[in-house]
């Protein structure tokens, strides 16, 4: 325990099994659900929320990436709140301003509302979920038990993405502000079971101010400018503004963590192979799973005429293979081993986006979503193992700076993807090949994670 933080009662300690391990699992599972819902149901959506709202692909865009794009810039800092607040108490902040950004988007009256409010939903997002994998990290301590724990919490985000698109769709053929508003009742029963939950200890862990403001400027302007670019082309000075800002901020937050007294990424998580592997993967993993359903959203219901709903039953495939598989992904990891499985996940997803990038435009949608079973394999063989072996990886106290990168790098990768994907969709008149060649650049982006993967160092995975 640091030096300064209250001991805790025994009942209280962080690590102790029983019911209240239950229920920290349970709150930290819903909060996996919400946020992972919130990224996935708003696509089948987009086309309603372009008619009722107005806005074109660029406001589209926004409402998807205000979300990932916040999500990302706070990532970092957030697993340092986690550490220094406690994951209880961090989890809980994020909880209730995810609520209010919930009501608010379900309530928007306008495309700049909606996005403003996206913009907090993704801040509390990321204050919630390196807290919810620190909580996890505190309730089970045994390796075994906690991969085993983090399968389950992987559940969360498997049923989100399981029952996001139909969800999305069924609930716009009333509204699609329900998409939102359904929130509501499952924050509501999280808070309730995070009451009944141990305290969490706290850990000095000092702000990086500068890094947190280059990382923001770094990511803000990278994704302004390529979605700009989209509309008003690479040449406009907008994007050429905002790209060279973004780029240079990246550079300054690599010195400032290179130099900084108290940087963002602590020199032991710098020297982590596993952590470099897990970042590496974790961008790549978003950049096809979160940017084919962005992609053929848009084709299945604009060229194909497919309803919100019917859009979102193509996709259950998909989504139902990481359900049904994510349940058995500790024992399979503790069978065949972590980096077996993480290389074959991405291969599948590489071999899944370049097929159907390759489809002729008319072939049948059943076919479509066949193929896009490939690149649900991907969901419970790399995500979970790698998450598991990232936590093994690192001290406990770090935990939530860990999850913080890791996920930074994940939600980076899929706001990234509806930019770039985005930017080639923008003109009516070549989206096919804009479509072909957004899947296979994601294509090609697993293939290399596949090999990346194969750095992985085992020996701390159980």
């Known amino acids: 325990m640091k030096l300064g933080s209250p001991a805790a009662p025994p009942e209280t300690r962080p690590g102790t099994s029983g019911p209240r391990a239950g229920t920290a699992l349970a709150a930290s599972v819903l909060g996996f659900f919400m946020i992972t819902l919130d990224a996935v149901v708003v696509n089948v959506a987009l086309p309603s929320i372009r008619a009722d709202l107005g806005g074109g692909m660029t406001g589209l865009q926004w409402v998807l990436d205000g979300y990932t794009l916040m999500f990302a810039a706070f990532l970092l800092s957030a697993g340092a709140f986690s550490d220094r607040l406690g994951a209880r108490r961090s989890f809980g902040i994020g909880l209730v301003l995810f609520l209010i950004a919930s009501l608010a988007c379900g309530v928007a009256p306008g495309m700049v509302a909606l996005v403003a409010a996206r913009f907090v939903q993704g801040a509390a997002a990321a204050l919630m979920l390196p807290a919810s994998m620190a909580l996890i990290g505190e309730a089970y301590p045994e390796p075994v038990r906690r991969a085993r724990a983090i399968a389950f919490w992987a559940m969360g985000g498997a049923i989100a ?72 082309g690479f040449a406009a000075p907008q994007v050429a503004i905002a790209l060279t800002a973004g780029f240079a901020a990246l550079a300054a937050f690599a010195v400032g963590q290179a130099r900084g007294r108290h940087p963002m ?10 952590l470099l592997v897990a970042a590496a993967a974790g961008f790549a993993f978003m950049v096809g799973y979160y940017g084919l359903p962005f992609v053929m959203s848009l084709d299945l219901q ?40 993480v290389t074959l996940g991405f291969r599948a997803m590489a ?16 076919v479509v979503s066949g193929l896009m079973v490939l690149v649900g394999l991907a969901g419970p063989l790399v995500m979970p193992p790698m998450t598991a072996a990232l936590l093994n990886a690192v001290p406990g106290h770090l935990a939530g700076t860990a999850s913080g990168i890791f996920n930074t790098s994940r939600q980076f990768g899929g706001a990234l993807a509806v930019a770039v994907f985005g930017a080639l969709l923008a003109e009516p008149s070549t989206f096919h090949p804009g479509l072909m060649a957004s899947l296979l650049i994601a294509a090609a982006v697993a293939l290399c994670a596949a090999l990346a993967s194969r750095q992985l160092n085992e020996r701390n995975i159980p």
């Open 161 to 232: 993405s399981t029952s996001g698109p139909v969800i999305g769709g069924l609930l716009s053929l009333a509204s699609w502000r329900l998409i939102f508003l359904i929130n509501i009742p499952v924050g509501v029963v999280a808070l309730v079971l995070l009451a009944r939950t141990s305290r969490s200890a706290r850990h000095s862990a000092p702000i990086d101010w500068i890094g947190q403001t280059t990382a923001m400027l770094a990511m803000g302007g990278i994704i302004y400018g390529v979605i700009e670019a989209g509309a008003a």
């Open 265 to 274: 990424i602590p020199p032991e998580l710098r020297r982590s192979r596993t």
């Open 302 to 341: 604009q060229h194909r005429g497919l309803s919100a709903f019917q859009t979102g039953i193509a996709f259950l495939p998909m989504m139902l293979t990481g359900l049904i598989i994510t349940p058995f992904s500790a024992r399979i990891v503790e069978r065949f081993g972590a980096r077996r499985l």
């Open 351 to 366: 071999v899944g986006l370049a097929a159907i990038a390759l489809l002729p435009a008319a072939s049948p949608v059943w």
